[in-house]
């Protein structure tokens, strides 16, 4: 096993019923990439990504993170473990502005003890402190200062999408999935996005593992690029490499 690896995904299979969504299925993220994963429709990406999250356990195979088989693991002990997944910011969260949404990002990651909080309140203010320096240094790097006070519910789309990134910063991530986060997303505050999620990367270290039909923004953003087709991988490489492959055009638009 290689350290580099943040994700192994080994010959995982995964059967609805009749149907092989995802058929002995092998893939990896390297450590400090931006690993696009495309193909067709029904390919079996979502059911891979659920699998990879904790959200649907594999009928076999095994899936190692961060060197450890989490094979099965529930999505919570994935996030202790700093497996993060954007998520659209709740209905019940959107009366909180973008500063407090950032701030009621859980903190129950490994090396904070929140349990002592009853013995120590004086760290119970200091963690609370930390938290909001945290969160107002997160609304810096995406520059969303200007809406910092305003209430979540009333952001842009677009904006609304920075802070769902922006809550995968207030925790230790070892990895971010996106699943088709452009979707819906105008091309400005597309461009947005995807700067902000090289930044994060570049800058910060961020890996992250993507699904997104959208061509364009993969080919901006990842390398490598992992094409799935029937349940399997069937290719790996460069944008520029995967689109220029024959095998690969066959898997989209053959009969
Ligand atoms: P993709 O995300 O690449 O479009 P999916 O993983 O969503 O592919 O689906 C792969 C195959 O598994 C498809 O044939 C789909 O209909 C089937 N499938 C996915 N989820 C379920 C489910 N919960 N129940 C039954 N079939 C499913
Ligand atoms: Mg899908």
Request: glycine share 10%; aromatic share 6%; hydrophobic share 40%.
């Given at each position: ?245 024959p095998e690969i055009i ?6």
């Amino acid at each position: 096993m290689s350290q580099d690896l943040v994700i192994d995904v080994r010959n995982v299979t995964k059967h609805f019923g009749g149907i092989a969504a995802v058929e002995d299925c092998s893939l990896s993220v390297r450590r400090g990439s931006i690993t696009g994963l495309i193909g067709p429709n029904g390919a079996g990406k979502s059911t891979l990504f659920n699998m990879v999250a904790g959200n649907i356990v594999p009928d076999s195979g095994q899936v190692i993170f961060d060197g450890a088989d989490v094979t099965g693991m529930p999505p919570h002990d994935l996030f202790r473990r700093g497996m993060l997944r954007t998520f659209q910011i709740a209905h019940e969260f959107s009366h909180m502005t973008a500063l407090e949404n950032l701030m009621m990002v859980p903190g129950d990651q490994p090396g904070e003890h929140l349990g002592n909080v009853w013995f120590r309140p004086f760290s119970a203010s200091q963690r609370e402190r930390d938290v909001r320096a945290k969160a107002l240094d997160v609304i810096d790097f995406l520059k969303l200062g200007h809406v910092r006070d305003e209430l979540a519910g009333n952001l842009s789309g677009g904006q609304k999408k920075l802070l769902e990134l922006g809550r995968t910063m207030m925790v230790d991530a070892k990895v971010v999935l996106l699943d088709e986060v452009a979707a819906g997303v105008n091309r400005t505050l597309l461009n947005d996005l995807a700067g902000n999620i090289e930044r994060m990367n570049r800058e910060l270290g961020y890996t992250f593992f993507v699904i997104e039909h959208d061509m364009d923004l993969i080919g901006r953003l990842c390398d490598p690029v992992i094409v799935m087709a029937q349940g399997s991988k069937i290719a790996e490489g460069p944008m520029a490499e995967i689109r220029s492959n024959p095998e690969i055009i066959e898997a989209y638009f053959g009969s």
